[in-house]
């Protein structure tokens, strides 16, 4: 049984908004907030508290959290610099919830700036090129699309490498550069089948079948999409066959 009521709170508060129930979440992460006697644990709680008012579309409100917590972690000068990265990209997440892209681009660059490892460099590339596209300034979610792919690659994160090259593949599409797009998806077909990563395989196909679609060639999407749904059954990809059905 845990007594410390901010480690009780805390703890139960992860557990619902696992669960979902982001209201319930959010009311234990405030006790946790009046409770914790280090100011790191505190800055933990504030964090999350504004992640789950986010998640129950409590947007406005998430941008408060966040930015009080950011306000805290800048009061140790640079003894809680990874809290700032991580309230700066949070915010960043926030406004691009809200659609307010031009405070979301702000804050994921400022994010960027002080990462300290390619995981949130990564990150912060991904969620850059996302907000972008969302903006329809599809140059720049190609520019930083590819250098979360570039990252992911040179940190050897094979798994989300792939996705980060699915990813700008579409930029690439949204952009107008059809053959790029296609290109980026046939080298990832063929380095996933030469390294025996049927699950890639399959869904590279799968990506191209969408692609080809949306460029009006049916016959070459339709070929690929069998390829891909008999690659998929011979390893049992339940989840790929009903994701692109």
Do not use: P, W
């Not at 790191?40 to 129950?56: F, H, P, T, V, W």
């Not at 917590?69 to 009061?75: C, H």
Request: include cysteine; charge should be positive; hydrophobic fraction near 35%.
């Amino acid at each position: 049984i845990i007594s410390d009521k901010y480690d009780s709170s805390f703890c139960k508060a992860k557990a619902e908004y696992y669960q979902n129930n982001f209201a319930a979440a959010i009311k234990d992460l405030e006790i946790s907030i009046k409770h914790a006697d280090l100011q790191a644990d505190q800055m933990y709680a504030i964090l999350y508290k504004g992640i789950a008012e986010r998640d129950n579309n409590q947007i406005k409100q998430s941008i408060k959290s966040l930015k009080h917590g950011l306000e805290v972690a800048k009061l140790g000068n640079t003894k809680y610099m990874a809290m700032e990265q991580k309230f700066l990209y949070q915010i960043g997440l926030s406004y691009s919830a809200l659609k307010d892209y031009f405070n979301a681009t702000d804050f994921l660059s400022k994010s960027l700036i002080i990462a300290a490892n390619d995981d949130e460099r990564a990150d912060a590339y991904n969620s850059l090129a996302i907000a972008h596209a969302a903006n329809k300034k599809y140059g720049k979610a190609v520019e930083f699309g590819l250098k979360s792919a570039n990252t992911l690659q040179r940190s050897g994160q094979r798994n989300r490498y792939a996705e980060a090259i699915y990813s700008l593949s579409g930029y690439h599409f949204l952009d107008g550069n059809n053959s790029k797009a296609i290109s980026l998806l046939d080298g990832l077909e063929s380095f996933a089948e030469k390294n025996g990563s049927k699950y890639y395989q399959a869904k590279s196909l799968f990506e191209k079948a969408l692609l080809y679609k949306n460029l009006k060639r049916q016959k070459d999407s339709d070929s690929s999409y069998q390829a891909a749904i008999r690659i998929s059954e011979q390893i049992g990809a339940v989840d790929l066959i009903s994701a692109y059905q």
